[in-house]
């Protein structure tokens, strides 16, 4: 009896250990399944994303390539008549030409104002380091202390951004 009690502990013993191995390999199954699918999606979100920035690059590029063209473009009229300022003859009436100069250069700060910029930099401004670079300092009574007394080259902005700040004289 105690032979046959043994072995039906044993066999027991052996079905639980069976149980237990097959809940173990279902439950490593299970989770190999999942860590497939986690890999899966990490592998196509990586993708997804290397798409998107190619493509985000392509279209910045395209961008500023359009931004350069419609530029050069509100510039080209300009170039044309300074070409023919250019090719003007020798004997052409002097005041006809400072007329073509002055033209030209209200044509370019027209084309300028088309495209959103905007000249600074007067005398009698305050000075302001972020904007203006002062070349130089005067003794004056004539202004203020930190104004600008003199403009050697005006400043530009495009919108907010400071595209060349104003070479300026400041006053002490």
Not at 90 to 102: F, N, Q, R, S, Y
Not at 135 to 160: A, P, R, T
């Amino acid at each position: 009896d105690i032979q046959i009690d043994e072995n039906i502990e044993e066999k027991q013993s052996d079905v639980a250990c069976e149980e237990t191995a097959e809940e173990e390999f279902d439950e490593v199954s299970a989770l190999a399944e999942e860590l497939a699918a986690i890999k899966d999606t990490l592998l196509r979100t990586m993708a997804e994303y290397d798409n998107f920035r190619k493509r985000t690059a392509r279209e910045r590029q395209t961008l500023v390539s359009d931004a350069k063209a419609m530029t050069v473009e509100q510039l080209l009229p300009l170039l044309d008549n300074l070409e023919r300022a250019v090719g003007v003859s020798p004997d052409t009436d002097p005041a006809e030409i400072l007329k073509g100069v002055e033209m030209a250069y209200t044509q370019s700060k027209a084309t300028f104002e088309k495209l959103g910029v905007t000249a600074f930099g007067e005398v009698g401004e305050q000075f302001d380091p972020n904007i203006h670079n002062a070349v130089s300092h005067i003794e004056s009574e004539d202004f203020d202390e930190n104004v600008i007394s003199m403009v050697l080259q005006k400043g530009y902005k495009l919108g907010e951004k400071v595209v060349r700040p104003a070479m300026v004289q400041v006053a002490n």
